[in-house]
């Protein structure tokens, strides 16, 4: 995803939106032992972490941590949370061959919200086991993963990969490996199974969303896409007029009172357990 920590802030309404929404829907999964020490992967620009999920936690809480692949969201974060004492970030690639010693079997609980959508195939299961490495026994995992989106297919479309073809020759790799299944979440559970997990939840939610304009639509897409950065100032507004034309050619997406764009999509939710 783009790494623009400051866009990412003031446009990730729609992450926060939903993190709010599926925390509270599926409350009564969450197990919290005395003292916690739990993990956010993904932190991102650390407003999730900071203002949705760390209210929920226990007053107890030991420490929250927030992980992140990209430097400058680590150090956003950092500087925008510094004066909550129990709250920390860290660069992190979850993907990586082997985590760090000090963080075996660290944590309590490990949430994970609009991240693991990113994670390429062939490295899945190996974040899975990370995420299983990182949890104490008896610890548990909460996860939020795009499935079916039309951002997704934004970047697919050919009209785009054809003309934009020399910063979207890996456009695939940026793409859920749940979207276009007809039964994600069987995949996904198999994921988890397979890292020895105890499956508690692995279900869809159909979600939808409503941008108030185009503008904000646009400044949305761009906090998330990956090839923005890689376009100069002179090429933006051309791959803008590229990228909202198939906007409004999508099937679902519906353009209201002329200027609202309400999108519809799936995500999958995740809770597991470790023996």
């Not at 829907?25 to 005395?34: A, M």
């Not at 929920?56 to 949370?81: H, R, S, T, W």
């Not at 104490?136 to 003309?163: C, H, W």
């Not at 791959?239 to 999509?265: C, F, L, N, W």
Request: glycine share 4%; net charge negative; aromatic share 14%.
């Amino acid at each position: 995803m783009n790494d623009n920590a400051e866009l990412y802030s003031d446009f990730g309404d729609l992450q926060r939106r939903d993190a709010d929404y599926i925390l509270k829907k599926y409350s009564n999964y969450l197990k919290f032992g005395k003292n916690a020490k739990v993990l956010d992967i993904g932190t991102a620009d650390g407003t999730l972490t900071s203002q949705i999920l760390f209210p929920k936690l226990p007053q107890d809480l030991e420490k929250l941590i927030g992980f992140d692949i990209a430097e400058n969201m680590v150090n956003y974060a950092k500087k925008k949370c510094q004066d909550l004492l129990k709250l920390d970030f860290v660069q992190m690639d979850i993907t990586c061959e082997k985590i760090p010693l000090k963080y075996y079997q660290s944590f309590d609980n490990i949430f994970s919200f609009y991240c693991l959508n990113w994670v390429p195939e062939e490295s899945f299961p190996q974040t899975m086991k990370n995420i299983y490495d990182l949890l104490k026994p008896g610890g548990q995992a909460f996860i939020t993963i795009v499935g079916n989106s039309p951002l997704f297919d934004f970047l697919k479309r050919t009209s785009l990969k054809e003309k934009w073809a020399p910063i979207m020759s890996n456009v695939d790799q940026y793409l859920s490996i749940f979207h276009k299944l007809e039964h994600p979440e069987v995949k996904l559970e198999k994921f988890v199974t397979d890292a020895g997990f105890e499956s508690k939840l692995c279900t869809v939610e159909h979600l939808s969303y409503v941008f108030p304009n185009f503008t904000y639509w646009w400044d949305w897409a761009m906090s998330i896409n990956p090839f923005i950065k890689n376009l100069s100032e002179n090429e933006i507004d051309l791959y803008r007029e590229d990228y909202m034309k198939e906007v409004k050619r999508h099937k679902s997406v519906t353009i209201q009172d002329g200027e609202k764009i309400a999108i519809v999509y799936t995500i999958l939710v995740v809770c597991a357990s470790k023996p």
